[in-house]
């Protein structure tokens, strides 16, 4: 691993305060107290989830069971038949257009009562087991024999222990949900499920399911507590979803469809993740969607841990990298009123017909949606045509909706200027724009929004992360110095939070046997996650957000790299202190002192968090997670200055509270 700069044991001993004589002497960074800028918007830090590298489905979903209904393109994909004699039977039968959603289920027939004949369900990359933890097995069972084949489930650790047990008694009948709650005697990530037959007869299954007990607030078949409090820690204004590419489709026929994402579990249907075939060198054959993390649970997600939700949703237009199908503009109703009957779905009184499915699906209250995305990374006139389209009926009927709009895949370039340009025209109020390039650029884009038109639309960055290689390279690490560039980056998002409103890293998830595309903000195996560096810059911004921007300058001018010097400062109105955000890009430690003018004195305690590493390449990892993990010390502020080091290559976050 190559090493920053020289004097590392001076950089780890130097947090704070004490001037080392090892360091250069900077001339005084002043924040103008009683001059705020702008305000921050309470989104200006939010997440973007996709169901993109495993995020969802052997993700934050917590269902064990892979292809629980049959319903992949190979029905038996992610099963394995254990049997000892060949005479046993597993047939995958097809119920049509009499149960569309979920078409297929597996009939077992015992013939030979002396044999063993099971199913085993290999997980996503096996399943995360916990020793001590309860497990909630079901499945939904249809029998006509007068004598019903019994069914014993076993989970097998990798090594072929058997480390939890538990017995079903179908009865004779029609469909009917049986469960079966056992506790688990051992730990594995890459366990196996193992479902025996025993007795002569035979057996109709579907919906074969296992959640571990605990789920995120303890829901029943609900999401991995782990991952969300991951999210809920990082107090995100607002949650991105579901994407993305995946908004889009491979073709319009794979985009994704809300309505096809509520209501009862057996009836979502089942449909190919955009990313199981994207990537050649990172193919995901098994890669599909249950929509169990569906448009509710999203809502709820965003409702529990204090955010917004952003919902984006398809205008009509696949991904113009693949398929770029379009669906004419005078065959664009069902996707318009698709978004309609989201806003339905999420604001509209409990009886009306989509607020109806959202009460009976536990939540009779309002979710309070007040923004929608259109389309995702579109271009071309094409898109500025369904744009407006959506913009004139959802306007029409829900006025307060704010909307945002885009300006494709890329920064800059022709794509992205007709569309701010045609945007600008048809005064859009939002607009999300992308940047996934190298850390070079985050640095030179620090002053990006500092010379924006105020008098047009509002940013959102919608999806950014610096790449160590090249856009979505496999080869692509979260490492300290992309991180460190993004929070460089971020300090000029956040000087111009007068025109820059939402801002969110891409993509969220990954896990780091099922991913498709590198850098992603939190990875994660079957049992345990972890936060990138990139992570806690994230958390660094969210947490510290602020209320109003405040000037922050040296020799008066903001703080935009000279000598490699970012920063910014904020007022906290509701907690009464003032928050600077530096980053030093350089290798060299920096003595530095900050200086308050618009206020008598500043006296008090103080929080100082840094961040930071002496190695350029150093990343986090499931077997180290806190190489790169901020540390929090308390100071005192005496008067209107206080000096500290920068230490070399890092992010220091001062809170520091004014005096009554
Ligand atoms: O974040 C991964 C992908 O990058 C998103 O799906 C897409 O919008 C962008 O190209």
Redesign the pocket.
């Known amino acids: 691993m190559r090493k920053w700069f020289i004097n590392s044991v001076l950089g780890s001993a130097c947090l704070l305060l004490s001037i080392h004589l090892a360091a250069q002497t900077a001339r005084p960074i002043v924040v103008d107290v009683d001059k705020p800028i702008s305000s921050i918007q309470p989104t200006m830090w939010g997440i973007f989830f996709?169901d993109?590298n495993f995020a969802a489905d052997g993700g934050i979903y917590a269902e064990l069971v892979k292809n629980r209904s049959f319903e992949f393109a190979k029905p038996l994909m992610g099963w394995k038949i254990l049997k000892t004699d060949a005479t046993e039977g597993l047939l995958i039968l097809n119920r049509g257009d009499s149960n569309a959603a979920n078409p297929r289920f597996a009939r077992i027939t015992r013939n030979n009562p002396d044999e063993k004949f099971g199913l085993e369900n290999e997980g996503f990359r096996g399943m995360g087991i916990k020793k001590g933890m309860t497990y909630h097995f079901s499945l939904l069972a249809k029998n006509t024999e007068a004598y019903p084949l019994k069914i014993r489930v076993e989970l097998v650790s990798e090594k072929g222990q058997v480390i939890g047990t538990a017995n079903l008694a179908p009865e004779k009948g029609d469909w009917r949900r049986y469960t079966a709650d056992f506790a688990a005697i051992g730990t594995d990530s890459k366990a196996k499920l193992d479902i025996w037959f025993e007795g002569q007869g035979s057996v109709d299954l579907d919906m074969i399911s296992l959640f571990p007990d605990d789920t995120w607030k303890n829901r029943p078949g609900g999401l991995r507590a782990d991952l969300v409090q991951l999210l809920a820690d990082l107090k995100p204004g607002f949650v991105r979803f579901p994407?993305?590419?995946?908004v889009e489709g491979y073709e319009l026929a794979t985009r994704y469809q809300w309505k096809n994402t509520v209501g009862k579990i057996e009836d979502r249907k089942t449909m190919i993740n955009r990313w199981n075939t994207e990537f050649k060198h990172r193919l995901t054959p098994d890669y599909y969607q249950s929509f169990g993390m569906g448009f509710f649970e999203y809502f709820q997600l965003a409702e529990d841990i204090g955010a917004e939700p952003l919902p984006i949703l398809s205008c009509g237009m696949a991904c113009q990298y693949n398929s770029a199908e379009v669906a004419p503009m005078d065959q664009l109703g069902p996707y318009i009123q698709d978004a309609l009957d989201l806003v339905e779905f999420a604001n509209g009184a409990a009886d009306t017909k989509w607020g109806k499915v959202r009460a009976s699906m536990g939540h009779p209250a309002p979710f309070n949606l007040k923004m929608m995305g259109i389309g995702?990374?579109q271009w071309g006139a094409q898109y500025i045509e369904r744009y407006e389209a959506f913009v004139k009926a959802i306007k029409g009927k829900y006025p307060e909706i704010k909307l945002v709009t885009g300006t494709g895949?890329s920064p800059d370039g022709k794509f992205f200027d007709f569309a701010a340009k045609e945007l600008k025209k048809l005064h859009a109020e939002i607009v999300d724009e992308?940047y996934?390039a190298n850390p070079e650029w985050f640095l030179q884009n620090a002053t990006r929004y500092d010379k924006y038109d105020r008098s047009g639309y509002k940013i959102f960055a919608g999806?950014y992360a610096a790449q160590s290689k090249s856009g979505a390279n496999p080869d692509n690490k979260n490492n300290w110095r992309c991180a460190l560039s993004e929070a460089a980056f971020m300090t000029g998002l956040e000087r111009n939070a007068d025109v820059v409103s939402l801002c969110s890293y891409?993509?969220l998830f990954a896990h780091v046997d099922g991913w498709q595309?590198t850098p992603d903000l939190i990875w994660f195996d079957n049992l345990n996650a972890y936060g990138t560096p990139n992570y806690y810059v994230q958390k660094l911004f969210s947490n510290n957000k602020g209320t109003q921007v405040l000037p922050a300058t040296r020799d008066k001018l903001p703080l935009t790299g000279q000598n490699g010097l970012y920063g910014s400062a904020v007022l906290d109105k509701e907690t009464n202190e003032i928050i600077i955000k530096l980053v030093n890009t350089t290798g060299k430690m920096v003595n530095q002192t900050i200086t308050f003018d618009g206020v008598k004195r500043i006296g008090s305690k103080a929080i100082l968090t840094v961040l930071k590493s002496d190695y350029p390449d150093a990343v986090n990892s499931l077997e180290q997670p806190n190489q790169v993990y901020p540390a929090r010390q308390e100071f005192f502020v005496k008067g209107k200055s206080f000096q500290t080091i920068l230490p070399a290559s890092s992010f220091s976050v001062y809170r520091i509270t004014l005096a009554k």
């Open positions: 996709e993109i994407g993305g590419c995946i995702n990374e895949p992308h996934y999806e891409a993509p595309w």
